[in-house]
């Protein structure tokens, strides 16, 4: 069955960085877009990034664009998220995701079948 790992999260400033890496398995990555979302304590869970199966399209929520990249390395079956000029606000627990069906991406978590377990972002000011 598809696993999806994540690692990477902890407690850091404003302003500094953090990459989180989610690694995959049980099926062929390649052929599956990936996402990021986050949920905060006492919100809704919230689309962050999402890439392409062969990673060459990308697309970001309006309040990570510019500071967050995602990336992918298919030889590795691992997406990333590269976090830069890290807000409070950014403060949530982190999942990535994968859907069922290859080749298509999305930014709705409804559309996501598998996800990680997550891993905590904590921003400090």
């Known amino acids: 069955q598809v696993q999806l790992v994540e690692s990477g999260g902890g407690l850091v400033q404003a302003g500094d960085s953090l990459r989180l890496s989610c690694a995959a398995s049980g099926r062929t990555f390649s052929n599956y877009a990936m996402g990021w979302f986050r949920q905060a304590p006492g919100k809704e869970r919230e689309f962050v990034a999402r890439?392409?199966?062969?990673?060459?399209?990308?697309y970001y929520a309006d309040s990570v664009k510019g500071r967050f990249t995602i990336s992918r390395d298919n030889a590795k079956n691992t997406v990333y998220l590269q976090m830069n000029s890290l807000k409070p606000e950014d403060t949530a627990v982190y999942y990535c995701a994968t859907r069922r069906v290859p080749y298509q991406s999305s930014e709705f978590v409804s559309d996501y079948d598998y996800w990680g377990q997550g891993t905590q972002v904590t921003v400090s000011s």
């Open positions: 890439i392409s199966w062969s990673g060459g399209r990308t």
